[in-house]
């Protein structure tokens, strides 16, 4: 595809199920960024990954979440027992290289919500 | 603790008027500077940066502007469009780091 894709768009879950959200990067982008914004908040930094490895995951608020990314492309973002403020949208973003903040393309996010 | 901010959540201008978006950042390390704009069920899209060594850089109707002493920068447009309406993300990031950090977003409403 031409841009990075998030699925689902929307996700509605109950407290305590646990949740897979998927991200497609854009085709040979290395760089693999999950962010999440909460309501009335910026976007939060989660964890990055360059190629399949994920040197920082130190935005993952605990270790209810977790992710992964496979063959460098498909990542997926889970998170264990979701509690009410989980909720918030959660968005992908991919880069060709490093450091090149600026050419970071976003998904249009996935809306989690947790009742 | 908030590296940066957006202290105005939202803002109107008229058609034709400037506008202008400010942001505040405490991290002295920060080197590059970006604004993001984010129509609603979208991803934010790139739209602006300025390097650190530079106070102004200009891209059609956009400017953005940097005082590092004061650690503020701020978004021009001119002139401002209905098709401008959107939240705008200040965001940063220091040289050696992949990690850009966002500000809360600016409502920026533009009425024809």
């Known amino acids: 595809g031409a841009g990075v894709s998030q699925s689902p768009s929307n996700k509605v879950t109950e407290k305590g199920k646990d949740v897979e959200l998927r991200c497609d990067p854009i085709s040979g982008h290395t760089a693999l960024y999950w962010y999440r914004q909460s309501l009335g908040q910026g976007l939060e930094f989660l964890i990055y990954f360059q190629g399949n490895s994920a040197p920082d995951k130190s935005g993952l608020p605990s270790d209810r979440f977790s992710a992964e990314r496979t063959g460098g492309s498909v990542s997926t973002l889970t998170i264990q027992r979701t509690q009410q403020e989980d909720s918030a949208v959660y968005l992908c973003?991919?880069?060709?290289?490093?450091?090149?903040?600026?050419?970071?393309?976003f998904g249009s996010g996935t809306q989690l919500s947790v009742l | 603790d908030q590296q940066v901010k957006q202290n105005s959540p939202s803002l109107s201008v008229q058609e034709g008027r400037i506008s202008i978006l400010n942001c505040d950042y405490t991290?002295?390390?920060?080197?590059?500077f970006l604004w993001y704009k984010k129509y609603p069920a979208e991803g934010p899209t790139f739209l602006i940066s300025?390097?650190?060594?530079?106070d102004k850089n200009e891209d059609g109707r956009f400017t953005v502007f940097l005082n590092k002493s004061a650690k503020h920068l701020s978004l021009h447009i001119v002139p401002s469009q209905p098709g401008d309406s959107a939240v705008y993300f200040c965001a940063a990031y220091a040289g050696s780091n992949y990690k850009l950090t966002f500000g809360k977003g600016t409502l920026l409403t533009v009425n024809p």
């Open positions: 991290n002295s390390m920060f080197d590059y």
């Open positions: 300025i390097s650190s060594i530079k």
């Open positions: 973003a991919s880069s060709n290289g490093q450091l090149t903040n600026e050419k970071l393309f």
